[in-house]
């Protein structure tokens, strides 16, 4: 088995647009149970991430500003480290020991393809490296 995270990325993802309204899109992250997900513009291209954390400016300008609503484009990271499909597990696993992200766009060609999270890398080490030395 070729070891890089295509094999163990995410492909069914739940994706936002940037004109999608931010309540929407933090009740989908909560309703499924999601630290994230992607955001794509009409062609499919990534341009950005919205998180959990980036969600919780929405409770605070509700709970000190009572202005609540607006966009995903003014909460969600705009600036996004992504991966390429064919990278190494154990590459994805060092980007990962030296982030705070957990999870990663996987991108082929420029086009989103993908997403991994740390649990994917766990799960790909123990597959790959671990099952047939216990």
Not at 94 to 120: A, E, K, M, T, W
Request: charged letters at 25%.
């Amino acid at each position: 088995m070729k070891a890089t995270i295509e094999n163990f990325m995410a492909t069914e993802l739940v994706t936002f647009t940037p004109d999608d309204d931010i309540i929407h899109a933090m009740r989908v992250l909560l309703d499924r149970h999601l630290s994230g997900a992607p955001v794509v513009d009409g062609d499919g291209k990534l341009v950005g991430i919205l998180s959990q954390k980036d969600c919780l400016a929405i409770v605070y300008n509700t709970a000190y500003h009572q202005d609540i609503g607006g966009k995903v484009d003014q909460y969600m990271h705009h600036e996004v480290e992504q991966l390429d499909a064919d990278c190494s597990i154990f590459d994805a696993a060092d980007r990962f020991l030296h982030s705070n992200y957990r999870r990663f766009p996987v991108l082929r060609d420029g086009q989103l393809v993908g997403q991994i999270s740390r649990h994917d890398i766990m799960r790909a080490l123990d597959e790959i490296y671990l099952r047939g030395r216990s």
